[in-house]
């Protein structure tokens, strides 16, 4: 999914996203200067165990599927995993729910690189998920 899509469908106002992205894609965000994704945590993270502790004060993880993915699981850390039409054979082929980790939830194209509805639905709960939490 481009990176993009992150920033513009799911910057919201009260909203605030960090991006844990290592490697030669991390530089992608430098390239787009972004000012709606916080680059600020990536240098605190030199392995795993700093990937978790960063998780586990994070509200909600929004990705697509990686290692990452895993470890909120594995945390219980709430986590939406948007995947492709085609995805790893431990998500199953269809269903929200994960079999393997309660606090994750999928986000499944309908049709192969149809990431737009992914990143439409994705970003309408999560509007519903602020609006909530602003009226609680």
């Known amino acids: 999914a ?13 909203v605030k996203l960090y991006s844990l992205q290592m490697g030669p894609k991390s530089e992608d965000l430098n390239k787009l200067a972004l ?18 502790l960063i998780l586990q004060m994070l509200d ?10 895993h470890l909120c699981g594995a945390l219980g850390v709430p986590c939406w995993v948007l995947l492709d039409k085609s995805p790893h054979w431990l998500w199953g082929q269809e269903g929200s729910s994960s079999d393997w980790y309660k606090s994750v939830r999928l986000f499944r194209q309908n049709t ?3 990431w737009r509805s992914v990143f439409d639905y994705v970003g309408s709960e999560l509007l519903q ?5 602003k009226n609680d």
Do not use: R, Y
Request: proline share 10%.
């Open 2 to 14: 481009p990176i993009e899509w992150f920033a513009n469908n799911l910057a919201f106002p009260g």
């Open 35 to 52: 000012p709606n994704i916080s680059t600020e945590l990536i240098p605190l993270i030199t392995d795993f165990n700093d990937t978790a």
């Open 60 to 69: 909600l993880v929004i990705m697509t599927c990686s290692s990452t993915a």
């Open 112 to 114: 192969p690189g149809d």
């Open 129 to 133: 998920m602020v609006a909530k939490i």
